[in-house]
């Protein structure tokens, strides 16, 4: 048996990269921890850091556009320009679009790579990977961290027209990539059932080595401490917790940290319903410990009226199973099966009755709140990120071998090929928009 091939360079697209704290961030610099001591350089290409400041993010760290700037795990970061324009859908799709062809510049001329992966849910960043592959003649690795275009359906990103092309766009991408990776086996399957090949499952994890088990919660607290942490946005149906925090009244605390485009509407609704919730701003490391260790129960939220959620698992689950707290799960689907089979917590529906009931049980019997202990070693077993990057390095070196068994096109032959590739591609949508 031959030993893994070591000096192997991988070129990284993503919307969101360090100094930021976000989905993407945590996952690849996780990643990236384990995958350099296997023999991996990485490069990545990203916008000038714009969501999420993380606690190293300033003036320098969240980088120039056009510039490269040296990451602290030995990755090379190309960044791209960002406008800033704002955070509404049109802003974020108009600097995505930006985004996206800086990326297809810069991705280019990123120097020797051996493999090309580009991390969703940023849609245009999809086809921006796929002409930097061919154009350097490389595998292209699509990593779909979020169910698309399923959810975009869900969220009424898209509509009519529009969505018949988003929906065409995505899947041209998905069937031509040498590898697709998911992070749920259920979107894995949907994605198998839709044609697509060469559909593999990484999900997401932690490092186990810097997530702490924590004492038991005390047993003689006045009053049941709930804790959300996480994004504020439309997904997490936050609102549900506040009414339900309402109904319950003195005998509970609800507290939110984070940010997210529905913070602000969830500070009015408290206060049009009179609760005390504490509100605050994100924090990080050693404080999301801390914040974890005077909770009680740790909320695990997604709306239920969206059917790609049966196919996610927020990537919180995994740290929160770990720490060793009760969990108020209001999932579905693969989430929800995550947390029966690691045995820790409650899972409840997403409406504000059926919560406030759990919460004021807890509260009158606090034996409840005492975690079971099976969830620790089930991350252990199925979600230690230097076991997930094993996998995939493994994964990444099989798709490099297979692509360089096949007859190798000159750069002329893959200019042609890219533009025939742009060619269909605007058939496709021009199709999709007169069928829709």
Same mark, same amino acid.
């Given at each position: 048996?031959q ?10 697209l993503t ?6 704290h976000?989905p993407p961030?945590r996952?690849?610099?996780?990643l990236?921890r384990?995958?350099?001591?296997q023999?991996?350089?990485?490069s990545?290409?990203a *916008?000038v ?6 606690p190293?993010y ?5 980088g120039r ?8 795990l ?6 791209v ?7 509404n ?6 600097n995505?679009?930006?985004g996206?062809a800086?990326s297809v510049?810069?991705g280019?001329?990123t120097?020797r790579?051996?493999a090309?992966?580009v991390?969703?849910p940023s ?10 592959a061919r154009m ?6 699509v990593?779909?961290r979020d169910?698309?275009?399923n959810?975009?359906q869900?969220a009424?990103?898209?509509r009519?027209?529009?969505?018949s092309v988003i929906?065409?766009a ?7 990539a040498?590898l697709v990776v998911t992070?749920?086996e259920?979107?894995?399957?949907t994605?198998r059932?839709r044609?697509v090949h060469n559909?593999?499952?990484v999900r997401?994890?932690?490092l186990?080595?810097?997530?702490p088990?924590?004492?038991a919660p *005390?047993s ?9 942490l996480?994004n504020?946005g ?5 609102d ?10 003195e005998?509970?605390?609800l507290?939110l940290v984070g940010?997210?485009s529905?913070?602000p509407a969830?500070?009015?609704l408290a206060m049009e319903?009179?609760v005390k919730?504490r ?10 410990f801390?914040r974890?260790?005077?909770?009680d129960?740790?909320v695990i939220?997604?709306?239920?009226d ?8 927020p990537s919180?689950?995994y740290?929160v ?7 108020t ?5 693969e989430?929800a099966?995550v947390?029966?089979?690691a045995g820790?917590?409650?899972?409840v529906?997403?409406?504000?009755q059926g ?10 019997d606090?034996?409840r709140?005492q *975690? ?10 199925h979600?230690?990120?230097?076991d ?6 493994d994964?990444?070196?099989e798709?490099i071998?297979?692509h360089?068994s096949?007859?190798?096109q000159s750069?002329?032959q893959?200019?042609?090929r ?5 060619v ?10 007169s069928?829709a």
């Amino acid at each position: 048996m031959q030993p893994p091939e070591t000096d192997l360079r991988l070129l990284l697209l993503t919307s969101s990269y360090w100094p930021e704290h976000s989905p993407p961030q945590r996952r690849w610099m996780s990643l990236i921890r384990t995958m350099r001591d296997q023999g991996w350089r990485v490069s990545v290409v990203a *916008p000038v850091a714009h969501y999420g400041p993380g606690p190293d993010y300033n003036s320098e760290t969240k980088g120039r556009a056009w510039r490269a700037q040296p990451g602290f795990l030995g990755e090379k970061i190309y960044r791209v320009p960002h406008l800033f324009l704002g955070d509404n859908r049109i802003c974020k799709l108009a600097n995505q679009l930006i985004g996206a062809a800086g990326s297809v510049v810069r991705g280019i001329a990123t120097g020797r790579q051996d493999a090309v992966v580009v991390t969703a849910p940023s849609l245009p960043l999809l086809g921006s990977a796929l002409l930097v592959a061919r154009m350097k003649g490389l595998p292209l690795v699509v990593e779909m961290r979020d169910a698309w275009p399923n959810l975009a359906q869900d969220a009424s990103l898209v509509r009519g027209g529009s969505k018949s092309v988003i929906n065409s766009a995505v899947e041209y991408v998905q069937n031509r990539a040498d590898l697709v990776v998911t992070v749920t086996e259920g979107f894995a399957q949907t994605l198998r059932d839709r044609g697509v090949h060469n559909v593999v499952t990484v999900r997401n994890g932690i490092l186990m080595d810097r997530t702490p088990k924590l004492q038991a919660p *005390p047993s003689d607290r006045d009053r049941l401490e709930v804790l959300y942490l996480g994004n504020h946005g439309e997904s997490q149906a936050l609102d549900v917790l506040i009414r339900a925090a309402t109904l319950v009244g003195e005998d509970m605390r609800l507290t939110l940290v984070g940010h997210g485009s529905q913070k602000p509407a969830l500070r009015r609704l408290a206060m049009e319903l009179g609760v005390k919730v504490r509100f605050l701003p994100p924090e990080y490391r050693e404080a999301v410990f801390s914040r974890y260790e005077e909770a009680d129960s740790l909320v695990i939220s997604l709306r239920d009226d969206w059917k790609s959620f049966e196919d996610t698992i927020p990537s919180k689950t995994y740290e929160v199973l770990a720490i060793g707290r009760h969990i108020t799960g209001i999932v579905r689907g693969e989430a929800a099966n995550v947390l029966t089979e690691a045995g820790e917590g409650d899972i409840v529906e997403c409406n504000p009755q059926g919560i406030a009931e759990l919460w004021r049980e807890l509260a009158a019997d606090r034996a409840r709140l005492q *975690p079971a202990g099976t969830g620790r070693e089930w991350v252990k077993e199925h979600a230690e990120y230097s076991d997930l990057a094993c996998q995939y390095g493994d994964l990444l070196r099989e798709t490099i071998r297979e692509h360089r068994s096949q007859p190798q096109q000159s750069l002329t032959q893959r200019i042609a090929r890219v533009g025939r590739a742009a060619v269909q591609v605007s058939r496709q949508l021009r199709h999709a928009r007169s069928t829709a």
